[in-house]
């Protein structure tokens, strides 16, 4: 994709302008960035998605049996028929994984690294229907998918802004409004992380929120010392061959500091772990019981393929690559492989075609490597044959 590129899901700004100047820096409104937007989902079907064990969602109601009342899923059929006649949301998260047209969407955000990208959370509001100011401290696209919601942007807020006592929701006390709008099918709001929001549906109304995830502090240091820690042996410890006696034995003397700090940055500055845990930390797939595959032969592959089979890829999988030395490292699903400098090509396509078959994967299904390795994800199941 050229980045210089004017888009019109962008408002004709390319995808460098909008990096430059709004990505986690200020709102942006797009009136139809898509044109004729026509939902390929209805309420009904995202009401029916909250019914499955699978799936993952919740309904906010701003006048239930307590204020902003908040019930998780999966619901009932009766559930539904329960509910106020207005001034309540159902949201359902990662509808990408479970409706194709919805994860076509994410196809326009190409110009953003796809394990920046969380997933697709539809609402389905009743007139009134909000859950509430609040803020994210994700990036979201908010793309008004059917009906009218009116969305107000306030201040940019952190973990010290005051919120209304809820056990669940994070509603806050203060709402300082600074623009308003109302948005119609096809226009889309981009939203910075902490910045202050109010979402209030003026009529039935669907929102698509285009989520993208960014690891802690806190997650990224627990993680990857977790992850280095395998490698590390009960002999590798403080020490200080090097001390001098000591004048106060109850002093710690800002020399140990030093020793402890080397002995950190000699293992957390190792690039190559730190780059493996990333990978695979990006790609943990959101619902891991939907990642499951069966073994297949290198031959059985190569019939399959002769035959007409498609692969695809999981949508519950996630994968990235990364360049080490001359090798690739293929991250899947969680999991990492070294991989010779060759199979750049194949990789990509792996990542990114809709479908692998005989024909694009020609040039690779003499070679051993390449075969093993379809093999494998298809194994671990992040690949898998469509319609089966
Ligand atoms: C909604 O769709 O109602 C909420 C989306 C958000 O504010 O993050
Ligand atoms: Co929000």
Same mark, same amino acid.
């Given at each position: 994709?050229?980045?210089?590129?004017?888009?019109q899901l962008l408002g004709?700004?390319t995808?460098?302008?909008?990096m430059?100047d709004?990505w %986690?820096?200020?709102?942006?409104l797009?009136?139809?960035?898509?044109?004729d +937007?026509?939902?390929p989902?209805?309420?009904?079907?995202?009401a029916?998605? !909250?019914?499955e064990?699978e799936?993952?969602?919740?309904?906010?109601?701003?006048?239930g049996? =307590?204020p902003?009342e908040l019930?998780?899923?999966? +619901?009932t059929?009766?559930?539904?028929?329960?509910?106020?006649?207005?001034?309540?949301?159902l949201?359902v %998260?990662s509808?990408?994984q479970?409706?194709p047209?919805v !994860?076509?969407?994410?196809?326009?955000?190409?110009?953003? #690294?796809s394990?920046?990208i969380?997933?697709?959370?539809?609402?389905f509001?009743?007139?009134g229907?909000?859950?509430g100011?609040h +803020?994210?401290?994700?990036?979201v696209?908010?793309?008004?998918g059917?009906?009218k919601?009116n969305?107000?942007v306030?201040?940019?807020?952190n973990s010290?802004?005051p919120?209304?006592?809820?056990?669940?929701?994070?509603?806050?006390a203060?709402?300082?409004?600074s623009?308003?709008w109302?948005?119609?099918?096809?226009?889309m709001l981009y939203l #910075?992380?902490?910045?202050?929001h109010?979402?209030v549906a003026?009529?039935?109304?669907?929102?698509?929120?285009v989520?993208?995830r960014?690891?802690?502090a806190a997650?990224?240091?627990t993680h +990857?010392?977790?992850?280095l820690?395998?490698f590390?042996?009960?002999?590798?410890?403080y020490?200080?061959?090097d001390a001098?006696?000591?004048?106060d034995p109850? %002093?710690i003397?800002h020399?140990?500091?030093g020793r402890?700090?080397?002995?950190l940055?000699?293992?957390m500055?190792?690039e190559? *772990?730190? *780059?493996t845990?990333f990978? %695979?930390?990006? =790609?943990?797939p959101r619902y #891991?019981?939907?990642?499951a595959?069966e073994? *297949?032969?290198?031959?059985?592959?190569?019939?399959?393929?002769?035959q007409?089979a498609?692969?695809i890829?999981n949508?519950?999988a996630?994968m990235?690559w990364?360049?080490v030395d001359d090798?690739?490292? *293929?991250f899947?699903?969680?999991q990492s492989?070294?991989l010779?400098?060759?199979l750049?090509?194949l990789?990509k396509?792996?990542?990114s075609?809709?479908?692998?078959?005989?024909?694009n994967? !020609?040039?690779w299904l003499?070679?051993?490597?390449?075969?093993?390795?379809?093999?494998e994800?298809?194994?671990q199941g992040?690949?898998?044959f469509?319609?089966?």
């Open positions: 994709m050229n980045s210089d590129t004017p888009l004709g700004l995808a460098r302008e909008f430059r709004y %986690q820096k200020k709102p942006l797009v009136r139809q960035a898509f044109t +937007f026509e939902s989902i209805d309420a009904d079907e995202l029916g998605l !909250a019914l064990e799936v993952e969602s919740r309904i906010v109601i701003e006048h049996e =307590t902003w019930r998780r899923g999966p +619901f059929e009766e559930t539904f028929g329960t509910l106020p006649e207005r001034d309540w949301t949201l %998260q509808v990408d479970f409706v047209e !994860a076509e969407l994410l196809e326009h955000f190409r110009f953003l #690294p394990w920046r969380d997933d697709v959370m539809i609402s509001a009743t007139p229907g909000s859950v100011p +803020f994210d401290n994700y990036d696209f908010l793309l008004q059917h009906g919601r969305w107000k306030g201040q940019m807020c010290d802004s919120l209304l006592e809820h056990p669940d929701l994070r509603i806050l203060d709402f300082e409004q623009d308003e109302s948005l119609e099918p096809g226009d #910075p992380p902490r910045l202050a109010y979402g003026e009529d039935n109304c669907l929102t698509y929120s989520g993208f960014a690891p802690s997650e990224v240091l +990857f010392t977790d992850f820690s395998q590390l042996t009960d002999e590798e410890r020490s200080d061959a001098q006696p000591v004048s109850h %002093q003397q020399d140990a500091l402890l700090k080397s002995l940055n000699e293992h500055g190792d190559r *772990l730190l *780059l845990w990978g %695979q930390f990006m =790609t943990e #891991p019981e939907m990642v595959g073994a *297949l032969s290198e031959e059985e592959l190569i019939d399959s393929l002769e007409g498609i692969i890829r949508p519950s996630r990235a990364s360049e090798n690739l490292l *293929l899947a699903s969680g492989r070294l010779p400098g060759e750049r090509e990789l396509l792996i990542c075609a809709d479908a692998l078959h005989a024909e994967l !020609a040039q003499g070679d051993e490597a390449s075969l093993e390795l379809i093999c994800l298809i194994k992040s690949l898998g469509a319609n089966e």
